[in-house]
Every structure is written in structure tokens, then in C-alpha cells.
């Protein structure tokens, strides 16, 4: 039996994945809100960015993994046309390993009028074909998955050759800035928490997760052995945020 992180706890690895699933059914309903307050608005930039990157056209197919409340699956899906009713539509697929934060993303799209495929599903284990799709992206969800190295994999696996991998994730932040950022990550966070989302600990939890994520370059040497090629990174707010771009060779 190994043992993993789960924020600064030692757990059973096969623990973990009930914490997380535990963590985000507290916080499903509040996590838009929270997100807004959180990055003061940040992080709708950061996806922007995103799907700036990811080179994303008309036709195309996307799968949106550990996508929650459905932000990119929807951006996604007006770049490339999925549902429009043409022939040439292209195919945007919301997964999430959570039931309750796939059940709000599904509600959001529909309320919305996109009705995109969803599937609850493990990263780790994705139930798509070989080579089906041309972008994969995994925004604020791969520091919660156990096996990061497996799902990375996975999401190469389910790539054509040349296909894009986009990870939006919290990274290491410039060092000038890291005693505010740590005042602000589990002093005003857990707060801001409980008094939101009634939830202080998830919160607490979330921070201490983004410190044991891997740095940049770290996840880009794992994207590299995941069987990806040209990967590199951009620095968002400091290194708040990171995103990684890897091409499937």
C-alpha cells in the first residue's frame, strides 16, 4: 500500500480520491462565486489565455477533463462550433470525476443552451478512443488527481499526433511575493471560505494542495516523459498561475 499527499496530510493513496470528491461536493454550488472572489476576477483571464493558446478552430474536437462548472468546455464550444447544427460542428466533451461539480457544469451549459456531452469519469482512466481528439485541456484539476503522471498519459493517449495538451494550474509564484501570498492563501482564504461557502477546511485544503503541486519546470519535464513534445509554459500573475502547453508527437 503507497501513500500520497493530500495537502500537507500523508494518506492511503487510495484515500485520496474520496477526499477530494469529498472537498468538492462541499463546495460545488459556491465555487463560481468563490473563484470570483478568490482571483478577484483573475480567472476568467487565465481561461481566456488559455483558449487563446490553444489554437482552437472550427471543427475541432475537445475534451475538457476535471472541467467542473463547465467555464472552458463553453468557451470551447463557440470556438469550435459544437452544436451549431452543421455538418462541420465540432465536438466538445465536459468530463469530471466529481458528480456534483459535473451536475453544475451540465446545468450552467444547459441553462445556456449548449447542450455538450458530459461523462463522470477518472482522469486517470478516460473512457475515449485513441488519437479521437485534437485538444485536450485540464484547468485547476491535475494537482487533485494521485497519479498525475498516469493521467497525463491518459490525456497524451486520447490525443491525434499533434494534438494540444493546455494545463491551467496554480504554480510557484515569484519569490518576492511569496510571504503576502502565503498570508493571503491560509489566512484570508480559509476565512473567505467559511464565510462564503460555510466550508473552511476544503479551503484550507485547496491552498495547502497548490504547494505540493509541482513547479513549472517540474511539470514540464512530466509532460515531456508523458509523451509530449515542445512543451512550455507561461507565468500568469506572477506565477500565481501557470499554463503548460505540451504537442503530442
Not at 474520496?18 to 478568490?38: C, E, G, T
Not at 451549459?109 to 482522469?123: E, F, I, M, Y
Request: with cysteine; net charge neutral.
Amino acid at each position: 500500500m503507497s501513500d500520497t499527499h493530500f495537502g500537507y496530510q500523508t494518506v492511503p493513496e487510495e484515500d485520496k480520491a474520496h477526499k477530494v470528491r469529498d472537498v468538492f461536493q462541499s463546495v460545488a454550488r459556491k465555487y463560481d462565486l468563490m473563484n470570483d472572489l478568490m482571483s478577484l476576477g483573475a480567472h476568467r483571464a487565465w481561461k481566456a489565455f488559455a483558449i487563446a493558446q490553444s489554437g482552437a478552430r472550427h471543427g475541432m474536437r475537445v475534451l475538457d477533463v476535471a472541467g467542473g462548472t463547465g467555464d472552458l468546455a463553453r468557451a470551447f464550444a463557440a470556438k469550435v462550433g459544437a452544436g451549431d447544427g452543421t455538418a462541420e460542428a465540432g465536438e466538445v466533451w465536459l468530463t469530471d470525476i466529481n458528480g456534483a461539480m459535473l451536475g453544475v457544469g451540465r446545468d450552467r451549459l444547459a441553462d445556456r443552451g449548449q447542450l455538450l456531452p458530459v461523462a463522470q469519469c477518472d482522469a486517470e482512466k478516460l473512457p475515449f478512443a485513441d488519437a479521437y481528439f485534437d485538444i485536450v485541456s485540464v484547468a485547476f484539476g491535475l494537482r487533485n488527481m494521485t497519479h498525475k503522471e498516469a493521467a497525463l498519459k491518459e490525456m497524451a493517449r486520447v490525443l491525434k499526433p499533434g494534438g494540444r495538451l493546455l494545463v491551467l494550474e496554480f504554480s510557484k509564484v515569484w519569490a518576492p511575493l511569496k510571504g503576502t501570498y502565503d498570508a493571503y492563501s491560509f489566512g484570508l482564504l480559509p476565512r473567505l471560505g467559511k464565510l462564503v461557502a460555510d466550508d473552511e477546511a476544503s479551503y484550507r485544503y485547496l491552498a495547502e494542495s497548490i504547494r505540493m503541486h509541482p513547479d513549472q519546470e517540474t511539470l514540464k519535464a512530466m509532460m515531456l516523459a508523458a509523451g509530449f513534445d515542445r512543451v512550455d509554459y507561461f507565468n500568469l500573475t506572477a506565477g500565481v498561475v501557470a499554463l503548460h502547453r505540451g504537442i503530442k508527437y
